[in-house]
């Protein structure tokens, strides 16, 4: 048996119209188009918002004894090679 609820909605003037417009032409219940409509939206899936990087840059200094213009001493000092 199948069960439905009354309810009442207030929904704009020109939106009211073109689904009663769009049941006219299909020869439809105004209900049936409300209800696909209304399950249509329910079963759909929400986009996934993007990751968005949010970059902080602060100001530091090179320890002591690490030079930025030497490429093979910072590699030694990165491998713990000092």
């Known amino acids: 048996m199948f069960v439905c609820m009354r309810t009442t909605v207030d929904i704009a003037d020109e939106l009211f119209?073109?689904?009663?417009k769009r049941a006219a032409e299909e020869g439809i219940p105004l209900r049936r188009v409300?209800?696909?409509?209304l399950r249509r939206h329910l079963t759909s899936r929400p986009r996934a918002?993007?990751?968005r990087l949010r970059w902080r840059s602060t100001k530091g200094e090179a320890l002591p004894g690490v030079h930025l213009d030497d490429r093979g001493a910072l590699y030694d000092i990165m491998d713990g090679i000092s």
Not at 17 to 20: I, L, S
Not at 34 to 37: I, M
């Open 17 to 20: 119209r073109q689904a009663k």
């Open 34 to 37: 409300v209800e696909e409509a």
């Open 49 to 51: 918002a993007g990751y």
